[in-house]
Nanobody, 128 residues
């Protein structure tokens, strides 16, 4: 299983970014997908998750309304749209895949322990 994240960069406060994560080596529709982030000196934190069919999503409370997760199963890609970025959003963003073929299609995972495969991360830096 490989997860290749991209789309990070240096932006100014208030800007937007779209992160992408393309998966290979797995049956994409069997997996819940998630995004996490880790800032320097801080623990990894949950950002967003999306169900296998893309119809259900959940976000960290502090990020609701600014970030949007989506997926394109035909392209085996999950996206994270980051809007109204703030300096405190600066972090390495990781995508992750959690097996869920044995669960309802609306299942989502907000805990890192449910995810078995992780991408290498993409760095987002927001300047003030």
């Amino acid at each position: 299983v490989q997860l290749q994240a991209s789309g990070g960069g240096l932006v100014q406060a208030g800007d937007s970014l779209r992160l992408s994560c393309t998966a290979s080596g797995l049956r994409f529709t069997n997996y819940v997908m998630g995004w996490f982030r880790q800032a320097p000196g801080k623990e990894r934190e949950f950002v967003a998750t999306i169900s296998r069919d893309g119809d259900n999503a959940e976000y960290a409370d502090s990020l609701k309304g600014r970030f949007t997760i989506s997926r394109d199963n035909a392209k085996t890609t999950v996206y994270l749209h980051l809007n109204s970025l703030k300096p405190e959003d600066s972090a390495v963003y990781f995508c992750a895949a959690g097996p869920a073929y044995f669960r309802h299609t609306a299942t989502i995972y907000n805990s890192a322990r449910e995810y078995k495969s992780w991408g290498q991360g993409t760095l987002v830096t927001v300047s003030s």
